[in-house]
């Protein structure tokens, strides 16, 4: 008789985004919802892109052009435009560049290559992804880093030695960032104990600050203890394309195997490849004009998390993050739980959030702010705030 | 210090399909090579298909028509379509149809959904895949069922109670395929075990003999027992942009729990999405000319696989398959082994094909012959088979 993955059992019934969107479909639709919530971009796609995608598609209908399978670790030709804008004086190779299609794909997989019994450590608050698809792969020897307001919201360095470290900067949802040194502390741990880091660079392109690292890799060493994800899903609107990269460095190798060659050979036996011409609009991104597209979009995000966090700080709310990340991070009122004051703005205000318990018990007296929206939403979610609060706190 | 998922060492060095373009590329290029090997595609995609990606790739980017996340599920057109069209008198409904990239990805990740002891069947020989992803998986009760030339390459009921079964008809690499009696057989083991059926049905759109299964749900209460997988890689050419489904019966429970609600819920937290344009592709494929193209391309392949099956039978060879498949099963001559045989044409013809032996012990003295090419190459193929044997055997 058949058994289930009793790992299943334990992960919370529904996926956290979907149970905020189950709940604020449930509210008063007389007034127009503010989606302030989830992380999905508001811009149409550039037409730049658009046009790429459908050009290369275009080729596959012609004899002399057509494709079938492509390499499983990306197309050669996105590969190199990758090392050439993104890690240009960081001494990556095509080769240690792996295209696929998102990286939430990534990361819940890339555990496949550890032993069952890698003690892990997870940032709390957190991405639900870390923690659930380590749960999902039956993984018990899971521990959370606390990410704490006093210390603005960065992990310590543990005095335990942990063998996978997930790391997140720009963060989600606190949208804090390691500077270089924060973030050497780090590889230095990892070198000693002789660990992994996770690397989620998802939001790099929303950095501003100069201090902040763009690259795990600016770090010296870090090659041979760190793989980094990344994606276009934010930086060019691509959510609803799907594509992303890693990186694992060809020095990184544990017990004599190279986690690139193994990752590669799982790819081939369990992934496949990524479409076509959605990789030729990756390619389109890092042309001039895309470069450009990218800036102008990345720049009406940022200018939208300016507004919106210093509209939300009059309105006294104590904020993190919204300088280096599109997410703001932002202490409750009354010290009331993230829950209760999600519901309770969504019901008054039509605004949707996201519960900072959600991510971690961390995360427990805050909620997560995305700017994501048209500035339009955000000026109004921020009047509707400001009316709600003066009549009740 | 982290430690290798050892079962990764078990895998063999490389994926076989790899592994032979390999070899094939080291091989002397002034005669043409001729790939019968890989099963992938060999006509462009239709110009009708890549239109309507194009048309829905443009309507994201602009405002009105723009789009973020898709549901992790598949659109709901693609998967009202796919009931029309595949499903209509099987009572399968939408919320049973689940979208995705490749039958590879599907059918790797799905034994996450059961207990890590399963007792797991897999035919011998049969897709890699289905034996490296539950390597990966670390799982360890692994059976392989033999599939014998006595018995025309189908599995015998084994007397032993299996919790996981995976069958393929029409079969990759044997091509031969399941009759509704046949297969019933399997339906009422599973049902007699509580087993599920995980039934890989990629290359169902070949099938031309109408005692030939086409879904396991023509099977009264396989809704009770299994997971059937189809692929658009094949029937529409879609091997260069990824699009594949899978369905999970509502009336499949496991310890009460309904594996689609379970199959949502992994899909949410690890995979995503599929790209929306390359979903209105397939949508594609089931109007009334894409339906006329897809019969077109079939038509085509089949009648190249007819002229080889029946050219190599008049070479003496003793071939399977063929019939409703684009795969030929192929017994090697003098015995030879199957990666001698391989090695032996392509050095002395310059074609490829596929060594039996690399899809399982039972594989042995044959070779897999794909009609995946143009007519031309596959006529000129069997030229040189001739040219070749008569000189030779």
Same mark, same amino acid.
């Given at each position: 008789?058949?058994?289930?993955?009793?790992?299943?059992?334990?992960?919370?019934? =529904?996926?956290?985004?979907?149970?905020?969107?189950?709940?604020?479909?449930? $509210?008063?639709?007389? $007034? +127009?919802?503010?989606?302030?919530?989830?992380?999905?971009?508001?811009?149409?796609?550039?037409?730049?892109?658009?046009?790429?995608?459908?050009?290369?598609?275009?080729?596959?209908?012609?004899?002399?052009?057509?494709?079938?399978?492509?390499?499983?670790?990306?197309?050669?030709?996105?590969?190199?435009?990758? *090392?050439?804008?993104?890690?240009?004086?960081?001494? %990556?190779?095509?080769?240690? %560049?792996?295209?696929?299609?998102?990286?939430?794909?990534?990361?819940?997989?890339?555990?496949?290559?550890?032993?069952?019994?890698?003690?892990?450590?997870?940032?709390?608050?957190?991405?639900?992804?870390?923690?659930?698809?380590?749960?999902?792969?039956?993984?018990?020897?899971?521990?959370?880093?606390?990410?704490?307001?006093?210390?603005?919201?960065?992990?310590?360095?543990?005095?335990?030695?942990?063998?996978?470290?997930?790391?997140?900067?720009?963060?989600?949802?606190?949208?804090?960032?390691?500077?270089?040194?924060?973030?050497?502390?780090?590889?230095?741990?990892?070198?000693?104990?002789?660990?992994?880091?996770?690397?989620?660079?998802?939001?790099?392109?929303?950095?501003?600050?100069?201090?902040?690292?763009?690259?795990?890799?600016?770090?010296?060493?870090?090659?041979?203890?760190?793989?980094?994800?990344?994606?276009?899903?934010?930086?060019?609107?691509?959510?609803?394309?799907?594509?992303?990269?890693?990186?694992?460095?060809?020095?990184?190798?544990?017990?004599?195997?190279?986690?690139?060659?193994?990752?590669?050979?799982?790819?081939?036996?369990?992934? =496949?490849?990524?479409?076509?011409?959605?990789?030729?609009?990756?390619?389109?991104?890092?042309?001039?004009?895309?470069? !450009?597209?990218?800036?102008?979009?990345?720049?009406?995000?940022?200018?939208?998390?300016? $507004?919106?966090?210093? =509209?939300?700080?009059?309105?006294?709310? *104590?904020?993190?993050?919204? *300088?280096?990340?599109?997410?703001?991070?932002?202490?409750?009122?009354?010290?009331?739980?993230?829950?209760?004051?999600?519901?309770?703005?969504?019901?008054?205000?039509?605004?949707?959030?996201?519960?900072?318990?959600?991510?971690?018990?961390?995360?427990?007296?805050?909620?997560?702010?995305? !700017?994501? !929206?048209?500035?339009?939403?955000?000026?109004? !979610?921020?009047?509707?705030? +400001?009316?709600?609060?003066?009549?009740?706190?």
């Amino acid at each position: 008789m058949v058994k289930l993955n009793k790992s299943l059992k334990q992960l919370s019934s =529904g996926y956290l985004f979907q149970e905020v969107e189950k709940i604020s479909l449930s $509210i008063n639709k007389k $007034i +127009k919802l503010i989606n302030l919530g989830i992380g999905d971009i508001n811009k149409p796609i550039s037409k730049f892109f658009i046009t790429h995608i459908c050009k290369a598609a275009k080729t596959l209908q012609y004899e002399k052009t057509k494709r079938g399978y492509c390499n499983s670790q990306g197309e050669n030709n996105l590969r190199r435009i990758i *090392k050439k804008y993104c890690y240009k004086n960081l001494n %990556i190779s095509e080769d240690e %560049i792996f295209i696929s299609s998102g990286t939430k794909r990534d990361i819940s997989s890339i555990q496949e290559l550890f032993s069952k019994d890698a003690k892990i450590a997870i940032c709390d608050p957190s991405y639900p992804v870390y923690l659930d698809s380590n749960i999902i792969a039956g993984r018990k020897n899971i521990s959370l880093l606390k990410c704490l307001e006093k210390n603005n919201f960065l992990p310590l360095i543990p005095k335990k030695s942990y063998d996978l470290i997930y790391l997140c900067s720009p963060n989600n949802p606190t949208g804090v960032a390691f500077t270089k040194k924060e973030l050497k502390k780090w590889v230095d741990y990892a070198l000693k104990n002789k660990s992994v880091i996770l690397f989620d660079g998802a939001y790099e392109s929303f950095i501003t600050d100069k201090n902040i690292i763009r690259s795990i890799y600016e770090i010296e060493k870090a090659k041979k203890v760190a793989i980094e994800f990344r994606s276009f899903s934010k930086m060019a609107g691509f959510t609803s394309l799907r594509l992303s990269y890693l990186i694992i460095p060809k020095s990184l190798k544990i017990e004599n195997y190279s986690l690139s060659n193994l990752w590669k050979r799982l790819l081939d036996t369990k992934f =496949g490849s990524v479409s076509y011409p959605i990789q030729q609009g990756g390619l389109a991104v890092y042309s001039k004009e895309g470069r !450009a597209e990218v800036k102008k979009l990345i720049s009406y995000y940022m200018t939208n998390a300016s $507004i919106l966090r210093k =509209g939300l700080e009059k309105l006294n709310f *104590k904020t993190f993050g919204g *300088k280096n990340s599109p997410y703001i991070w932002c202490k409750t009122l009354n010290n009331l739980s993230s829950w209760d004051f999600f519901n309770l703005i969504l019901k008054n205000t039509n605004i949707i959030t996201i519960p900072g318990r959600g991510f971690g018990k961390c995360g427990e007296n805050f909620i997560r702010f995305s !700017a994501f !929206a048209n500035i339009t939403d955000i000026k109004l !979610a921020l009047k509707r705030l +400001k009316k709600f609060l003066k009549n009740s706190f």
